[in-house]
T-cell receptor, first 115, second 116 residues
């Protein structure tokens, strides 16, 4: 079984400030981890993913995340927020084999960016 | 390739009516997934196909829901006798599945269903 916990439903930062969105997961198999972004009335766009190898992964739009197995965490960061980063962010986990390929999502975090 | 395409984007229907949604995956992707997303929640898995075979169905997929993927290409999701609780965004995703290993899924824009 797999689950994702995203603490807090809303994060607000000033433009230019650090963005930190937290994600903790639970998985009975070695996890693949993902961050997706969703703009209003749109589908999900992949920001970045961890499968194997380097635990610090870089994604699009300046985002990065670090897989910490000991903490079962995969927090998303961006050094400097931009107004265009305002959106909803979802952390997701899946397994690496066929039977475990479906994604299990957290509830999401709404990021607001203040001018 | 233009990505995963879903039709319609929006659907308003009266309670008790049947509705059908269509998803066209990225052409070389053999896996296709359906998710449902209600307001303020993350997407929840409904079902998935590998080629034309439906391999798993969630408990969320009641008897009123049926999904097909004839010939392993596009997929349809039908909801019979719609209820107000069916109001949600229905998301389709596809992924390649080379050599039995998972990779990321690509999502469509979704179909927003409103049952009145």
């Amino acid at each position: 079984a797999q689950s994702v916990t995203q603490l807090g439903s809303h994060v607000s930062v000033s433009e230019g400030a650090l963005v930190l969105l937290r994600c903790n997961y639970s998985s009975s198999v070695p996890p693949y981890l993902f961050w997706y972004v969703q703009y209003p009335n749109q589908g999900l766009q992949l920001l970045l993913k961890y499968t194997t190898g380097a635990t610090l992964v870089k994604g699009i739009n300046g985002f990065e995340a670090e897989f910490k197995k000991s903490e079962t965490s995969f927090h998303l960061t961006k050094p400097s927020a931009h107004m265009s980063d305002a959106a909803e962010y979802f952390c997701a986990v899946s397994g690496y084999t066929g039977a475990n390929s479906k994604l299990t999502f957290g509830k999401g975090i709404t990021l607001s960016v203040r001018p | 390739d233009t990505g995963v395409s879903q039709d319609p984007r929006h659907k308003i229907t009266k309670r008790g009516q049947n509705v059908t949604f269509r998803c066209d995956p990225i052409s070389e992707h053999n896996r296709l997934y359906w998710y449902r997303q209600t307001l303020g929640q993350g997407p929840e898995f409904l079902t998935y196909f590998q080629n034309e075979a439906q391999l798993e169905k969630s408990r969320l997929l009641s008897d009123r829901f049926s999904a097909e993927r004839p010939k392993g290409s596009f997929s349809t999701l039908e909801i019979q006798r719609t209820e107000q609780g069916d109001s949600a965004m229905y998301l389709c995703a596809s992924s390649p599945f080379p050599r039995g290993k998972n990779t990321e899924a690509f999502f469509g824009q979704g179909t927003r269903l409103t049952v009145v």
